[in-house]
């Protein structure tokens, strides 16, 4: 692995830590849980490693049979003791923790099965392994160029089993590689990557005879790996289940594919609603499998393929809206479905074969039934199908199958599912982080507030939505408006009594549509990106949750509250919104202030601070000239010293410009003065006077700003100029300001270009001779001209008058030279 790309892992997996030196040191951020494993059906103590654990509270388990019973801060550190109920779940499980200032990351720890022996070095040579029994899972780490070997003795006809759990442990990028052999040291099984567990591996053999076999884990490129959890014993380790789905509620027969002693088979009660990341468990008097094989919970039955059906007229008929299941068993092999359907319907079509940890690559092609082609897809999905079929008539169609390059095999299964397209919803926290998860949950100071954005992905459907937040920690309460249909983004305040207690939950946080009569509901969210390498920063491991984690914590020593703002944010405008902090006596710190939620074409600095001894800070906004006229709802978050409160849900009015100006280009020469003529186009009346200033102006040029009223039509503006004032065009920004309920709007009314010119060269004319004069002549002085009188002011001319003027003084001032 290159060092970009360790550099890349180390910060995904620790950008908690790294982070800390930014984020606040109250803030509690969760990098692991250790042991990364253990076993249920016992109780076991676990270290929460991190920052800021030490006043934990509790731990927030996203699955049933983990029980906390006792809790113990040690440094930055929690110590917890759980009792793990025999019929937990087993494999992967997420852990938050809670405590009394906030709430932590989500990180995961692995259920398991068997009991845990660690490894014990020196075992890096294959004559001196570390013997261990069937039935136990270990606990090792691999080194750079490091190799461990355990033994275990088996009977002829015994399973023996292997699965590594490293890369999915999410601590490091480490693609372990795993092999069974014998006393000769001839392989009898190996495995580096699997369509299963990924970067992971798994190997299971028949023992051939009594001994002593031997199991090797090591880096497959014998680089430095990192922690790993062996499961080794006799229990069965299928590669996929068929069929790999299943309608809710039923109880199936699903077989378990691609193990050496053949398939086996399970009844399987499936539930009756949609679980995130349900998965089989294969069983036998061997033991169960230690991690779960993905399964799909659809709303309907499944149907089968019946050989021969590799041609499209030998398609197997089937009816909508089952799920069609199949396995491309041979090289070549192809699977055609024979369905009817009504014109006009609309299906997505989706073809289920990586996703459900198949290793096969499906094309998915449709046809008329008489084999005409209608659309087909090969990698939407990942290396998945997808398309959506709009029915052209009513009539039979068929859809084939087949890997992308023609492999097959026994365990190559595929699932395909036609869905009507329905609306579906999603809600979700924007990222604070760009690889971690700070700020994605919910913690209200008691007596105090807390905002977030809450963000919805609508699909197929429009319209307003209504947030609902059921079950909320007692003493907590949530201000929100309904969620526009043009918008995804909106701000939620949470408030918390005086009196709550410190509690906290997950919680099903949701939204429906705010039309009775459309039963749309969707939920939160969200995904832990922990491992990132390349190529191109790709995520190899992540977790989804699907819950909401909310909790009261202590109180902090301040509030702040937004003055409600006594006049609108018009439309090409701004105004200062006031912020007020009230502080603990004795507490006086700087205090961060942001708005995270801007109505569409607000725009805002991203912060500003509250420092010592102040109570008050102004926060600049401003509004574009296509900001969305409504009643908004904003708020302010502030920060300091780790705590975090927010101000309330505050009124904010958007509406259009009261007035704009027409305003008249204008040019003159340096040192010389013009009249600047605009119009005035009113919108909304206003009393009193208002003031029209034109800013932007190049130095030494003077416009004295002006008073007008709502009866105003026009205005005219006296520019001077200085004989160095800067030549060219400048661009001038009327700024209006109108007094309102004590307060001032204040907007930008239009723009102008004032040109400024070099003076014209004085024209040069031909001296006139004076004749001599005789003694005889009579020298008549003839009498001075009559001094024309000043003309009057006499309204601007207009730019294109102007620019005739010029060219012709121009031409007048050439013509007249030599």
């Known amino acids: 692995m290159s060092i970009l790309c360790r550099i890349l892992v180390a910060l995904a ?19 692991s849980v250790t042991p990364r494993g253990i076993q249920r059906g016992a109780e ?44 937990c779940r087993l494999g992967e499980h997420v852990a938050q923790v809670r405590t009394a200032t906030g709430i932590s990351d989500y990180r995961t720890l692995y259920i398991e099965d068997l009991p845990v022996v660690d490894e014990v070095e020196p075992n890096s040579d294959f004559n001196t392994p570390q013997t261990i029994t069937l039935g136990h899972v270990v606990n090792g780490s691999i080194t750079n160029e490091d190799v461990d070997y355990f ?57 051939p005879a009594d001994g002593t076999y031997f199991i090797e884990v090591r880096e497959s490129a014998y ?24 309608k809710m509620g039923d109880e199936i027969d699903v077989r378990f594919l691609g193990m050496p002693a053949g398939e086996l088979t399970n009844k399987v009660q499936l539930p009756a609603n949609p679980v995130t990341d349900f998965g089989v468990f294969a069983e036998d008097e061997g033991g169960v499998s230690p991690t779960p094989n993905p399964f799909r919970l659809f709303e309907h039955a499944n149907a089968f393929e019946q050989e021969p059906n590799d041609e499209i007229s030998q398609g197997t008929p ?13 090289a070549g092999d192809v699977d055609c479905f024979k369905f009817t359907a009504k014109k006009g319907q609309v299906y997505e079509v989706e073809c289920f074969a990586r996703r459900i940890r198949s290793g096969l690559d499906p094309v998915l092609n449709l046809y008329f039934a008489d084999g005409r082609h209608l659309a087909g897809n090969d990698d939407s999905r990942g290396p998945d199908a997808y398309l959506r079929f709009t029915v052209p008539e009513d009539a039979e169609y068929v859809i084939r199958v087949n890997d992308h390059l023609g492999r097959g095999g026994p365990d190559l299964v595929y699932r395909i599912e036609f869905q009507a397209v329905q609306p579906a919803l999603t809600l979700g926290i924007p990222r604070n982080e760009r690889y971690g998860q700070y700020r994605q949950q919910v913690f209200v100071p008691k007596g105090n507030r807390f905002g977030t954005l809450i963000t919805a992905n609508r699909m197929n459907f429009g319209g307003d939505l209504v947030l609902l937040a059921e079950h909320l920690p007692a003493g907590l309460t949530m201000h929100c408006d309904l969620m526009p249909a043009n918008q995804n983004t909106m701000p939620v305040v949470f408030e ?3 009196d709550a207690q410190l509690s906290g939950a997950l919680i099903d946080f949701l939204a ?26 790709s995520l190899y491991r992540w977790k989804d949750v699907d819950k909401l984690a909310v909790a009261v914590v202590d109180e902090v020593p301040f509030r702040i509250e937004i003055e409600v703002p006594k006049v609108p944010l018009v439309r090409d405008g701004s105004m200062n919104l006031k912020i007020i902090a009230h502080k603990k006596e004795g507490w006086d710190e700087d205090i961060q202030v942001q708005l995270p939620y801007r109505p569409p074409g607000v725009g805002a600095g991203p912060s500003v601070n509250l420092p010592k001894g102040q ?9 574009n000239g296509a900001a969305e006229i409504k009643n908004w709802k904003v708020f302010a978050l502030a920060t300091s010293q780790g705590m975090w409160a927010s101000s309330q849900l505050t009124p904010l009015e958007i509406t259009d410009a009261y007035v704009r100006f027409e305003l008249q280009r204008a040019a003159c020469e340096q040192g010389k003065e013009t009249l600047l003529l605009c119009k005035l186009n009113h919108a909304t009346a206003f009393e009193g006077e208002a003031k029209a200033e034109l800013v932007g102006m190049p130095p030494k040029v003077g416009i004295e700003p002006m008073s007008f009223s709502k009866d105003t039509t026009e205005l005219t503006f006296k520019v001077t100029t200085e004989g160095d004032s800067p030549v060219g065009k400048h661009t001038l920004f009327c700024q209006v300001t109108i007094p309102q309920n004590g307060d001032a709007i204040v907007s930008r009314a239009g723009n102008v270009e004032l040109q400024i010119d070099v003076p014209l060269p004085t024209p040069v004319t031909q001296p006139v001779p004076t004749p001599t004069p005789t003694p005889e002549a009579t020298v008549q002085t003839p009498p001075e001209p009559a001094k024309a009188p000043e003309p009057p002011p006499t309204k601007p001319l207009s730019r294109l008058e102007k620019l005739r003027l010029a060219a012709q003084q121009r031409q007048e001032s050439r013509s007249e030279q030599p």
């Open 512 to 537: 429906r549509h705010a039309d009775p009569n459309q039963p749309i509901r969707g939920g939160f969210v969200n995904r832990a990106d922990y491992l990132i390498g390349e190529p191109n920063q």
């Open 223 to 246: 680089a430095a790996g990192n922690h790993y959890r062996l499961h080794v014993g006799t229990f069965p380790r299928p590669k996929v289940p068929f069929p790999a789905g299943g």
């Open 496 to 498: 918390a009594a005086t």
């Open 318 to 330: 089937v009816e909508l809206p089952l799920a069609f299941n199949g396995i491309i068993e041979t």
């Open 44 to 87: 076991h103590e676990l270290t929460f490693n991190g920052s800021s654990l030490a006043d934990i509270q509790g731990v927030l388990f996203y699955d049933s049979g983990l029980e906390v019973l006792e809790v113990r801060g040690e440094g930055n550190n929690a110590k917890v003791k759980v009792r793990v109920a025999p019929n």
């Open 615 to 623: 109570t008050e800070v102004l926060y600049p906004i401003n509004a």
């Open 13 to 31: 997996i620790f950008s908690g830590v790294s982070l800390c030196g930014v984020c606040p040191a109250a803030s509690p951020r969760l990098t």
């Open 151 to 207: 033994s275990v003795d088996a009977k002829q006809g015994q399973r023996i089993s292997v699965e590594i759990v490293a890369m999915r442990l999410s601590t490091a990028m480490f693609d372990p590689y795993v092999a069974i052999l014998d006393e000769k040291r001839f392989e009898l099984a190996t495995n580096d990557d699997t369509a299963l567990a990924l970067q992971d591996g798994f190997a299971s053999i028949i023992a």
